[in-house]
């Protein structure tokens, strides 16, 4: 257990007695642990486990204790199958039966929504960095293909057959890289390579034909050229997006030198983890995790926020955001208060957004989303791929009197959630079956997230000479209402992305102030009464949502 929370955490050891959220823990590293605890000790340790015993000693008291007992008894889990290749015929079918892998559940949706949206470019994920140095062009292109190649989903369509979609893996084949030259302008460089990159970032896929994935270079000198490599989000992710910098980095530098690829050869791909989810979440496992979420959403209200506009009939959003920051001295009081109250750091500031949502909407009742990982499991950690979940977290404010009895409360939600986090969202849209409007999204209008960046260096990366460094493009999307997004370093930064359609940016500022408020009030007491903490001085933000009354009132007459 030790070696496997030293691992995880990224330390040389760890003592026995050690706290893994004191040493920095939270959940995603935590599912982490459970997915080497299972690989290791052949045992389903619950995540709610860590959170009760999170000392090595105590922990590893608690994985004997599993491993004396029948496999799925007393811990109310079911074991799910091991997660194993496929083996595939000459033209990519499984078993070399002819029949081509389905999609997974998170991948049947967007598949769905292009039916609807062909070629919608706002589930394009593009990627932009820009490179100052000597450039080794032939490098380049041989790692991007090489990533390709390993990554089965990278070369896949999503072709109908018999009606229904399906992977259809092609064989590997060079990448093409184009490289669009802006050099002999005599001015304005910069601003061509922008819309050259924007352009490019925009331009929609195909997904019934292919590819899914594309690139292009912008030479601004010898020295200076901007790579964009554009995803669709069906073969994509946030966490894919690691795994893709690590290994372009490592294959760039071998073949830069002439030397083979240095990785391994992947054990599994994601058209396995797609067969494997669709195996293994029905009957009894999908039964459990419908009954814990019917339960969970019973009577759920739609969250209605005051807006500055009124709502069009249609889904089409006109994103903008908001960036703000708390400074590094509230950032670890938060992280204190977190450490005593046996929370995580997401679970507080989740706390404090259900508690000015509650604030401002004037419901006690309120739901979010959060977006999830849903890499618990070892083998699915190193590939690329469609994977993230969405989770609701309900939080019921009138049951809570003070700052720690909703705290504990989010804990517990947040915790169940997590326990039945394998039920895709897709499929409990379904069963919940909520009024759908085309201007909302089902479940939940408004979502937090937190990244967790702490001991990330913040210098460019460097790549054999030459320094790369993120490019940021204009403009921002949103789907939802409100989308909080955090990242935690040695302070935490957010940004606050909005439907401009809905807000102004002076409300989305009012909330933001709001938002800071509330948790430097948690930050002073957790055993203050919620009924007296005011989000923002002034009246509040039930004052500011009369005034936006008002005025929807004057602009209807």
Not at 8 to 37: I, P
Not at 267 to 293: F, H, I, S, T
Request: charge should be negative; proline fraction near 4%.
């Amino acid at each position: 257990v030790c070696n496997v929370w030293a691992e995880v955490l990224g330390r040389d050891r760890v003592g026995v007695d050690e706290d893994f959220f004191a040493l920095g823990g939270h959940s995603l590293l935590a599912t982490q642990v459970v997915s080497r605890v299972r690989a290791v000790f052949g045992v389903e340790v619950p995540l709610r486990v860590l959170f009760e015993t999170p000392t090595v000693e105590a922990l590893a008291a608690e994985v004997e204790r599993l491993r004396e007992v029948e496999s799925g008894a007393g811990n109310g889990s079911v074991s799910a199958p091991p997660l194993v290749r496929r083996e595939r015929g000459e033209s990519g079918e499984l078993d070399g039966q002819g029949g081509h892998p389905p999609l997974s559940f998170a991948q049947q949706r967007l598949w769905f929504i292009d039916q609807l949206e062909p070629g919608n470019p706002a589930y394009n994920s593009p990627r932009v960095v820009r490179l100052e140095g000597q450039l080794d062009y032939a490098a380049l292109v041989a790692a991007l293909t090489e990533i390709v190649r390993r990554h089965e989903v990278l070369r896949t369509s999503f072709p109908s057959v018999d009606g229904a979609p399906v992977q259809l893996v092609h064989a590997p084949q060079e990448l093409s890289v184009p490289v669009v030259d802006v050099e002999h302008l005599a001015e304005g460089k910069e601003q061509a390579a922008r819309e050259v990159v924007e352009r490019e970032a925009a331009r929609s896929f195909d997904l019934s034909a292919g590819p899914v994935v594309r690139a292009l270079l912008v030479r601004l000198n010898e020295r200076e050229h901007v790579l964009v490599v554009v995803l669709h989000h069906i073969v994509s992710d946030g966490w894919s997006a690691g795994v893709l910098v690590r290994e372009f980095g490592l294959l760039y530098e071998a073949f830069r030198q002439g030397q083979p690829s240095p990785l391994a050869e992947l054990p599994v791909q994601y058209a396995d983890y797609a067969v494997w989810q669709r195996a293994w979440l029905q009957g009894e496992v999908l039964e459990r995790q419908l009954a814990y979420w019917r339960e969970q959403l019973r009577d759920l209200e739609v969250l209605e926020l005051p807006t500055d506009y009124a709502r069009q009939t249609t889904g089409t959003s006109r994103g903008a955001v908001v960036r703000f920051e708390l400074n590094s001295e509230v950032t670890a009081q938060l992280r204190e208060v977190s450490r005593r109250e046996g929370v995580t750091l997401f679970m507080l500031l989740t706390a404090a957004f259900q508690l000015l949502l509650s604030r401002y909407s004037g419901q006690r009742d309120v739901a979010v989303g959060t977006a999830i990982a849903n890499r618990n499991r070892l083998e699915t950690e190193p590939l690329v791929g469609f994977f993230i979940n969405q989770l609701v977290l309900r939080a019921r404010v009138d049951e809570c009197r003070t700052t720690r009895d909703l705290l504990a409360q989010v804990r517990e939600t947040v915790l169940g959630a997590y326990a039945h986090q394998d039920l895709p969202f897709e499929r409990l849209v379904e069963e919940v079956a909520p009024d759908r409007e085309l201007s909302r999204s089902p479940l939940f209008q408004h979502a937090i997230e937190l990244q967790s960046l702490r001991g990330e260096s913040d210098e460019p990366w460097q790549l054999a000479g030459t320094k790369l460094s993120s490019v940021t493009l204009e403009g921002a999307t949103t789907k939802l209402d409100l989308d909080v997004v955090l990242y935690e370093r040695d302070s935490i930064s957010g940004y606050a992305y909005y439907d401009a359609n809905l807000f102004s940016e002076a409300t989305i500022d009012f909330l933001v102030r709001g938002f800071e408020s509330i948790l430097n009030e948690f930050v002073r007491d957790v055993d203050a009464e919620l009924s007296g903490i005011s989000p923002v001085s002034g009246g509040g933000l039930e004052s500011h949502a009369a005034q936006l009354a008002t005025s929807l009132e004057l602009l209807e007459v």
